[in-house]
């Protein structure tokens, strides 16, 4: 390892020792949802089912390179190599990462997140949920009890 790899190492390892502890939970609940079978480890195909369903047409190249930067593993990254990752390549920020999380399940852009939006996002991540279960959730969720998700409510169900 170079004296300059050493440095931006030393560097992230600092990022990640400055995370909130509201931004570790958003970074390992999207590890949790990128690793969908539960191995402890996100593989390239997992990144890229993942990365098609959200719409980012990705090759297989660049999903393996990611793998490959991210990881010391050949299989996969791991849940603190992911969250190293993130700090060095995506700047991350609590109100960042949780604005771009509601906007992932907001399809619409009015502010909420409906039933409808949040039953396709769990599609989308491979969740499979029943309408009962998609009514408890919303009604966890739904403080005013308007039958929408707002982000105030969305904030609140991450910091519970």
Not at 95 to 117: C, L
């Amino acid at each position: 390892m170079t004296s300059r790899s050493r440095s931006a190492a030393s560097r992230a390892a600092k990022m990640v020792e400055s995370l909130t502890d509201q931004e570790k939970r958003e970074l390992s609940l999207a590890f949790q949802l990128l690793d969908q079978n539960g191995d402890g480890l996100v593989s390239s195909t997992e990144l890229k089912h993942m990365l098609s369903s959200l719409g980012f047409d990705t090759t297989w190249s660049q999903v393996q390179n990611f793998v490959k930067q991210a990881g010391s593993q050949e299989l996969g990254v791991d849940e603190d190599e992911f969250i190293l990752w993130m700090c060095r390549n995506c700047n991350v920020q609590s109100a960042n990462v949780t604005e771009s999380s509601f906007s992932a399940f907001d399809r619409d852009n009015d502010g909420y997140i409906s039933k409808a939006e949040l039953s396709k996002c769990l599609q989308l991540l491979g969740v499979s949920v029943s309408d009962e279960m998609l009514d408890l959730m919303l009604r966890q969720a739904d403080l005013d009890r308007d039958g929408k998700i707002s982000f105030e409510e969305f904030v609140n169900v991450l910091d519970s």
